[in-house]
C-alpha cells in the first residue's frame, strides 16, 4: 500500500469515527474524494481498504454504507485473531527462526523504536506505525508457515476494527497514547525474545496478553470517540455501541 493510500485510507477511517458520516449513511466516490481532497481514484481505493476492515459494507450496485457495531464485537474478534496468532508465533519459536526471518522482525522493532523516540506525532508518523505492526504480524504468520492459519487470520481481520493495521489512536490523550505504543512496543521486543529462545508456550502467552490489551485499547479510544462526537451532537455518537 501506497503512503499516499495510506494517508487516505487513515483519513477516512478517521472521518467515519469522528462522525463526518453517519451509521448506514452511503457514500460515494465524489463524496469521499472532496471530504478527504484526494482523487477519486484514492477515494475508491481507501473505501475498498475500509470495506475489508468492516468499516464499510458493499452493496452490489448500491454502493458502501457504513456500519455500526459493538465494542463487543471488536473486542470478540481481536481475542480470536489473537489466539490464532498465538498458535502461529508458538509453531514459530518451536521450529525455530531462520536468520533472515530474524533480522526482518528486528527491522520492525528497531522502526518502532525510532517512531517512539520522535513521539509518533502526527499523520505520516501514525501511518508508519499501522504499517510498521501490520508488517510484523504478516511475518510471523508468513514464518508459521501454515496455511489454515493464515486463511483464518485474513477472515477475522475482515471484521470491524480487528486486523493488525485496524489501530484508533486516543487523539485526545497524547500521554495515554504514548503510553499505549510503547506497551505495544515492549509486547513485541518480548515477544520476540520468546521467539528467537524457541520458547513455544511462552511466545504464545505474550500474543494472547498482547490481544488483549489491544482490544481494551480500542475500547477505551473508541469510547473516547464516541463521547466526544455526542458532546458535540456528532452522527459518530451512534457508530459504536458501548455494550
Do not use: Y
Not at 462522525?19 to 457514500?27: I, Q, S, T
Not at 503510553?179 to 520468546?194: F, K
Amino acid at each position: 500500500m501506497s503512503l499516499q493510500l495510506e494517508a487516505a485510507t487513515g483519513a477516512l477511517r478517521q472521518a467515519i469515527l469522528d462522525g463526518a458520516f453517519a451509521p448506514d449513511e452511503r457514500l460515494r466516490e465524489m463524496a469521499v474524494a472532496e471530504t478527504l481532497r484526494v482523487s477519486r481514484t484514492l477515494a475508491r481505493l481507501a473505501m475498498s481498504a475500509l470495506e475489508k476492515e468492516g468499516l464499510l459494507l458493499r452493496e452490489p450496485n448500491r454502493g458502501s454504507r457504513v456500519k455500526a457495531f459493538s465494542l463487543k464485537e471488536i473486542a470478540d474478534a481481536i481475542e480470536v485473531r489473537g489466539e490464532l496468532e498465538a498458535m502461529a508465533v508458538r509453531l514459530v519459536a518451536e521450529r525455530g527462526l531462520q536468520a533472515p526471518g530474524l533480522s526482518r522482525l528486528q527491522s520492525f522493532l528497531a522502526e518502532a523504536e525510532q517512531l517512539l523516540g520522535q513521539g509518533v506525532a502526527g499523520a505520516e508518523a501514525r501511518q508508519a506505525w499501522v504499517a510498521m505492526n501490520q508488517g510484523l504480524h504478516d511475518s510471523l504468520i508468513e514464518a508459521a508457515d501454515n496455511r489454515a492459519i493464515a486463511v483464518a487470520v485474513r477472515q477475522i481481520s475482515l471484521l470491524p476494527l480487528a486486523s493488525a493495521s485496524a489501530i484508533i489512536f486516543d487523539l485526545f490523550d497524547a500521554a495515554g497514547s504514548a503510553d499505549q505504543l510503547r506497551r505495544s512496543h515492549d509486547d513485541h521486543c518480548r515477544l520476540l525474545d520468546a521467539v528467537a529462545a524457541r520458547q513455544g508456550s511462552r511466545a504464545a502467552a505474550i500474543m494472547r496478553e498482547h490481544a488483549f490489551r489491544s482490544a481494551e485499547n480500542r475500547r477505551k479510544n473508541l469510547a473516547n470517540v464516541s463521547n466526544l462526537a455526542a458532546a458535540e451532537g456528532l452522527p459518530g455518537a451512534r457508530l459504536v455501541r458501548l455494550d
